[in-house]
Nanobody, 127 residues
Framework: QDQLVESGGGSVQAGGSLRLSCRAS????????IAWFRQPPGKQREGVAT????????NYADSVKGRFTISEDGAVNTVYLQMNNLKPDDTAMYYC????????????????????WGQGAQVTVSS
């Protein structure tokens, strides 16, 4: 059974840090590519961080490069998004999503390539 549950969102001042967690079911984690997306208020959903090259490399949106890091822990079926030096423009609902067609991630940050979504975690950054 597929399952994705985000946690770790919250409110923080600019320059602060948060770590988001995406806990997957063992079924989903072992069969899917899991990535992070966000949707700012009134804007379209965008890809933030994804894996490729069998998880050995990551693909980041230009706006978060050098500040965000995606990682995973197979022992607990969880994908993380470490967010440092947060800015007000990072305010958004953050989602993890799975491409259940493959476990070999392509690095795609296109939301249309992911077919299963978590419920989201709100991140609010104040100036």
């Amino acid at each position: 059974q597929d399952q994705l549950v985000e946690s770790g969102g919250g409110s923080v001042q600019a320059g602060g840090s948060l770590r988001l967690s995406c806990r997957a079911s063992e079924y989903t984690f072992s069969r899917s590519c899991i990535a992070w997306f966000r949707q700012p208020p009134g804007k379209q959903r965008e890809g933030v961080a994804t894996f490729f090259n069998h998880g050995r490399r990551a693909n980041y949106a230009d706006s978060v490069k050098g500040r965000f890091t995606i990682s995973e822990d197979g022992a607990v079926n969880t994908v993380y998004l470490q967010m440092n030096n947060l800015k007000p423009d990072d305010t958004a609902m953050y989602y993890c999503a799975a491409d259940r067609r493959t476990w070999s991630c392509s690095g795609s940050r296109d939301p249309n390539d992911y077919d299963y979504w978590g419920q989201g975690a709100q991140v609010t950054v104040s100036s």
